[in-house]
């Protein structure tokens, strides 16, 4: 295992959209083992291919709940209900923030290391986690979807 450098903006290749996985072997299972340990050592809940280089359909997430971690290939969205905004940083991106309106429930279909196809559901918090990390491998940043940008003093004036 290895703990993999993050790629930062204004990287290009954080821009692009990423192709689907098709080969489900040990390339990717290490892939994902360092892509979960660099995102805890960066403290992140999130980190999606394209951060670490790497431009396919990707993401892990560990949003400190019950689901535990969560490996993500080839996600895609087929629900969504409600929306709430909250505020998102990005280890892309670091040491800003910014208030994001995103679907407050959200059902996607996934595979996971083996390419065994699941279906999620989830709300609040880790609906939010996914649904910035979808964005990452479509190239979308989450400065482009907020409202307004803050930097680490800012925010903590936001938060109290
Ligand atoms: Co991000």
Redesign the pocket.
């Known amino acids: 295992m290895a703990i993999l450098q993050i790629v930062t903006y204004p990287n290009k290749l954080l821009e692009k959209k990423c192709k689907k996985v098709a080969d489900f072997d040990e390339r990717l299972w290490s892939l994902l083992d360092d892509m979960y340990d660099t995102m805890v050592e960066a403290d992140?809940v999130?980190?999606?291919a394209p951060?670490v280089g790497i431009l396919e359909q990707i993401a892990v997430i560990d949003a400190g709940d019950e689901n535990g971690k969560i490996e993500l290939i080839n996600p895609v969205l087929i629900e969504k209900r409600g929306n709430e905004n909250g505020i998102?940083?990005?280890?892309?991106?670091p040491g800003i923030y910014g208030e994001v309106k995103r679907a407050s429930f959200i059902k996607i279909k996934a595979q996971d290391r083996m390419g065994k196809a699941f279906i999620l559901e989830a709300s609040g918090f880790l609906a939010r986690v996914i649904q910035?990390?979808m964005?990452?491998l479509n190239g979308v940043?989450?400065t482009t979807k907020a409202a307004e940008l803050f930097d680490e003093d800012e925010l903590e004036t936001i938060e109290g």
């Open positions: 992140g999130g980190l999606a951060q998102e940083g990005c280890l892309s991106i910035h990390e964005d990452h940043l989450f």
